[in-house]
């Protein structure tokens, strides 16, 4: 219901980007102020603003993938030139308040014909740069190496652990990415690999080629196997411009997802705990969104960890970095997470720090370690500006 909330606001918004426009072109040429010049640019305009609900309201198969494609990457373009405007909009209203306009040499940008024109141009330059390199960026797969102590130990004296999430497979996806990421996992040799979350976007008939797909996946190669949590993207339901409109305990679980993950020969984990080899625990917890959404419960930290042998090392997966605290005071050695993406886009990557503990990266709770990983793949704005998708690799050693 979020979505009809915001709806006035959104069109506001598209009716001041789109007025700014107008002007912006009037002011290039004084025949772009014509009737034909403007009608068919409000209309293509107005069909970009839409795409996002076109692509809800249209569920035939290759129209709703191709509006869904379009609305993803008009709504990070969107963002960019609404900042862009508000920017310029904000600084002439201020210096006009202050009385800056009048002082050179700020004046010819106010008086000149050429300067709006020009302003304008260069605007659109930057905004088309940046979204281009947005969506080339986000399909670059870094890996990241880091070292880990844990303060327990076991009879092994290391284990390299593959940290993913967040892979979004869907309208943001394709089976090259997948390979991608198969193969540099691979590449990284590991023992363990765990997937946290977020491994679908919400519609099961948007993963580009299922089977190929699951294929890709169970190619992975690592000593003990792979395993997963679910993230609060892994549930079935429509989306509107990133927001869904599910009651609580309305939906139920799609059985093409587990029956996907095990083709894929991922073994998914919800409020269980498993002892690999004998020598250290691995656990996963539910994703809180998802198990609402479908009527579940979900197990605290303290009953997750009832009745385990506290001198074993403990890895947790959970897909949302909330309950830090909870999961160091229970003797969590390692919690793995996602679904912060890292803001994803500037200025979110910066804002974000505001409302999460650990919003991206590793951070020491006590002597326990939350490593939040931004995510292999994207949610939303097909795009990546100011972070990162990644694959981490963690080398861990035990005391």
């Known amino acids: 219901m979020i979505a009809v909330f915001l709806a006035p606001f959104y069109l506001l918004l598209n009716y001041y980007v789109l007025t700014w426009l107008l002007a912006w072109a009037r002011a290039c040429c004084c025949t772009f102020g014509s009737l034909w010049f403007r009608i068919p640019v409000i209309l293509l305009y107005s069909f970009l603003a839409l795409s996002p609900l076109s692509s809800f309201l249209i569920t035939a198969a290759p129209w709703h993938r191709a509006l869904k494609v379009l609305g993803n990457y008009w709504l990070g373009t969107f963002s960019y030139i ?23 040499p700020i004046r010819p940008l106010f008086s000149s014909a050429h300067a709006f024109p020009a302003i304008g141009f260069l605007t659109v330059f930057c905004i088309l740069a940046v979204s281009a390199f947005g969506i080339l960026h986000a399909r670059r797969l870094y890996v990241r190496e880091y070292p880990i102590c844990i303060e327990k130990s076991c009879g092994l ?73 679910y993230g609060n993207h892994d549930v079935s339901e429509k989306v509107l411009a990133g927001f869904t409109f599910s009651k609580e305990g309305a939906l139920k679980e799609d059985p ?58 403990l890895i947790v997966m959970d897909h949302q970095p909330k309950e830090l605290s909870q999961a160091a005071a229970t003797g969590v ?12 886009i500037f200025p979110g990557n910066l804002m974000l720090r505001l409302f ?44």
């Not at 020969?265 to 969104?289: N, T």
């Not at 050695?333 to 994803?344: A, E, F, P, R, V």
Request: hydrophobic share 40%; charged share 25%; net charge negative.
């Open 157 to 229: 004296s290391g284990l390299r652990l593959v940290l993913v999430s967040d892979l979004h497979l869907g309208y943001n996806s394709s089976v090259r990415q997948v390979q991608d990421l198969a193969e540099k996992i691979n590449a990284a040799e590991p023992d363990l690999v765990c997937i946290a979350g977020d491994i679908f976007d919400n519609e099961f008939d948007a993963i580009p080629s299922p089977d190929e797909t699951a294929d890709i996946l169970a190619g992975l190669q690592s000593r003990y196997g792979v395993y997963a949590c």
């Open 82 to 104: 609404l900042l862009t405007i508000l920017l310029f909009d904000a600084a002439r209203r201020l210096f006009r308040l202050l009385g800056w306009a009048d002082v050179h």
């Open 356 to 399: 999460w503990e650990n919003p991206c990266g590793i951070v020491r709770k006590g002597s326990m370690y939350s490593v939040v990983t931004s995510g292999a793949g994207v949610w939303g704005p097909a795009m990546r500006v100011g972070t990162d998708s990644e694959i981490l690799v963690l080398d861990i050693s035990f005391h």
């Open 256 to 313: 093409r997802f587990p029956a996907f993950l095990k083709q894929a020969g991922i073994h998914v984990l919800e409020d269980e705990v498993i002892c690999i080899d004998g020598e250290f625990y691995l656990a996963g917890r539910k994703d809180p969104s998802k198990s609402e959404k479908e009527g579940e419960t979900r197990m605290s930290f303290a009953g997750l960890t009832e009745g385990l042998d506290r001198t074993r090392p």
């Open 333 to 344: 050695d390692l919690d793995l997470s996602g679904h912060t993406h890292d803001g994803q």
